[in-house]
């Protein structure tokens, strides 16, 4: 099971590796530059920018939220605090009436058809004059009465009759037990909005209170007490049931706010919510007075969003104008890298057409590109100098191939005739003439070699050692001639004749001494992880001049030492070739470096 789940991870990784390489690692790779700049500056550029923009645009909502809520927060507990502050004033003045002892018994009093109740007139007239010059804000004040004995000047002191017992007013203050109770009333076509604050008068006994004190203040009034709070928020000041009992809007006094907003309000004396008002979507914030009342302020989402839309917009342009200057320099920078490019590009397809001479192209500047161009105008230069010098040596190694065909040309003919004369000799009954014919005729076979120039090490120890076989017989008792080779070099490649020029000129200039016989030691052995040849006699030796001038070109000197050396020179390099060694009395040692390097 485990192998199972094993090659399904494997070939499921595969698959994406193909995938990604299919579809978006080689679509990237074969954009022009150009692209490629572009498609990652949107990628690091443009969308973070839009990235930053969106989460500034949230962040200054968030924030601006937030400090909304906390302005609206400190404008209704102001709002709030004033109201109170109003409201309290109100009830100390009504108060001071509740208490007032000589009224309660001037409203108490039986009266006659004496005119003594002119000076209850004066007194409560005087009493509610008073408070009117004092607060301003009452639309009016006055008493209403059940004392049957006082008459009512309808403006004072009113009559309590059978409409008003059916009032809300009336009911409210008989359950009132002397507090003070809060009315409104919408606008009409006969008036403005109202505020009405009433009062119980029954400072002697609750079971038989003698008036109902009434004070009217135009609801404007209080709405000025929390206008200059609003700041484009809507505020309201509802009552324990919701009910609105002011608001900008004097349709809706007397209506429920918690339906407008179709959400109740929490039993927390303050707080916050998100709402919809008026079809938008609002923040809400609330807080209780002492009388139960509520102050709403409501903030619609647009405003907030309207804000934070105008600073992101803001951002949105200046990014935009940001985006364009790079954009422009971005598209400048790609055709300037681009020219630059296509510039290395056609320099390299005209060095793979061949063409190695100099374009005289303006220099690209200093940069990696330009550093670039300026290797690569050396780098040509330099590789028309090596095609030149290999070419040089492939005309030179071409003229010692045939300098060494035009001297094979009468061995070639001869090689054809030695077959004749080995035939004749057999037939003759001549055994040593047949030997030296066959060695002479083995020796110019590998010679030839089909026309190359490379051969095996072996094969040149075979044709030396038929040379070799030729002189012994000739120099019969004259010539020593010993072989030394490691068996691990015979596989390793030479250039033809490499070694039997050095023996032959051995047998030419060093057999002097016709008392003693000529050593001759090959030797093949690896040193240094290169191959040593070496050709080694005991023979006169030379003078110093002589061996100076062995690898001067002379006319004359067939093709010895110095064409051996410059072949091996040609075909192996420099660093391989012909040492000689030599003192004259002493013998002489040649040295041929070859490289450990098999026929190909």
């Not at 070939?11 to 954009?31: A, C, D, H, T």
């Not at 290999?390 to 003919?413: C, G, M, R, T, W």
């Not at 080779?485 to 390793?492: G, K, N, R, T, V």
């Not at 067939?558 to 020179?569: A, E, F, H, T």
Request: glycine residues 4%.
């Amino acid at each position: 099971m485990m192998n199972c789940a094993t090659n399904n991870q494997s070939r499921e990784g595969s698959r994406m590796r193909q995938f990604y390489r299919k579809y978006i690692y080689m679509p990237f790779v074969n954009l022009s530059f150009r692209s490629k700049l572009f498609m990652v500056f949107v990628l690091v550029t443009i969308i973070p920018m839009m990235l930053l923009v969106y989460f500034s645009y949230e962040l200054t909502k968030t924030k601006l939220t937030e400090q909304i809520y906390i302005n609206m927060t400190n404008s209704t507990a102001q709002i709030t605090k004033n109201l109170e502050n109003k409201l309290d004033s109100y009830e100390h003045i009504s108060a001071s009436i509740y208490l007032d002892n000589r009224l309660a018994n001037y409203l108490t009093n039986e009266y006659q058809d004496d005119p003594s109740y002119l000076d209850v007139y004066n007194y409560i007239g005087n009493r509610i004059d008073t408070v009117m010059a004092a607060y301003p804000d009452f639309d009016s004040a006055f008493i209403y009465s059940d004392n049957p004995s006082l008459p009512k000047d309808n403006y004072y002191i009113r009559p309590i009759t059978p409409e008003v017992q059916n009032t809300e007013l009336f009911h409210k203050l008989q359950q009132s037990y002397g507090n003070i109770i809060h009315l409104s009333s919408p606008q009409t076509e006969n008036g403005p909005a109202m505020f009405t604050l009433a009062r119980l008068l029954n400072n002697n006994s609750n079971q038989y209170p003698y008036g109902m004190l009434v004070f009217q203040i135009s609801e404007s009034v209080i709405y000025s007490l929390m206008e200059k709070e609003a700041g484009g928020k809507d505020i309201f000041i509802i009552n324990d049931k919701g009910i609105i009992l002011s608001s900008a809007d004097k349709q809706l006094i007397n209506t429920s706010l918690p339906k407008l907003l179709h959400q109740n309000f929490d039993e927390t004396p303050s707080g916050r919510f998100d709402t919809t008002y008026q079809g938008v979507k609002a923040l809400a914030v609330y807080n209780t007075l002492k009388n139960g009342w509520k102050t709403v302020s409501i903030f619609p989402y647009d405003s907030i969003i309207k804000d934070a839309k105008s600073l992101s917009q803001l951002i949105i342009k200046i990014s935009l104008g940001f985006i364009g200057v790079a954009l422009l320099l971005i598209y400048i920078t790609a055709s300037l890298f681009s020219k630059r490019i296509r510039t290395l590009i056609r320099m390299i397809r005209r060095i793979e057409r061949g063409d190695f001479n100099p374009t005289h192209e303006e220099q690209m500047g200093n940069d990696e590109i330009g550093q670039l161009h300026f290797a690569f105008e050396q780098m040509t230069t330099r590789l028309k100098s090596l095609v030149t010098e290999v070419y040089q040596k492939e005309l030179q190694s071409k003229e010692a191939e045939l300098d060494l065909l035009q001297a094979q040309i009468n061995p070639h003919f001869l090689y054809n005739t030695l077959g004749s004369i080995s035939s004749l000799a057999v037939k003759h009954q001549d055994p040593q003439i047949q030997d030296m014919v066959l060695h002479l005729a083995k020796f110019y076979r590998i010679s030839l070699n089909k026309g190359k120039s490379i051969l095996t090490i072996n094969e040149e120890l075979k044709l030396t050692q038929s040379y070799n076989a030729i002189q012994l017989i000739r120099f019969k008792g004259k010539l020593n001639i010993i072989y030394t080779i490691d068996q691990s070099i015979l596989p390793y490649s030479t250039v033809k004749l490499a070694l039997q020029p050095f023996v032959e000129n051995a047998v030419i200039h060093a057999l002097w001494n016709q008392d003693r016989p000529l050593n001759i030691h090959i030797k093949g052995v690896i040193e240094n992880n290169s191959i040593i040849l070496s050709v080694i006699d005991d023979g006169m030796g030379m003078r110093r001049e002589t061996l100076q001038s062995l690898f001067e070109e002379k006319e004359g000197r067939g093709y010895g030492i110095s064409n051996v050396d410059r072949r091996i020179k040609l075909k192996f390099g420099e660093y391989y070739g012909v040492k000689v060694y030599s003192k004259l009395g002493m013998g002489t040692t040649v040295q041929i470096r070859l490289p450990q390097k098999e026929i190909q």
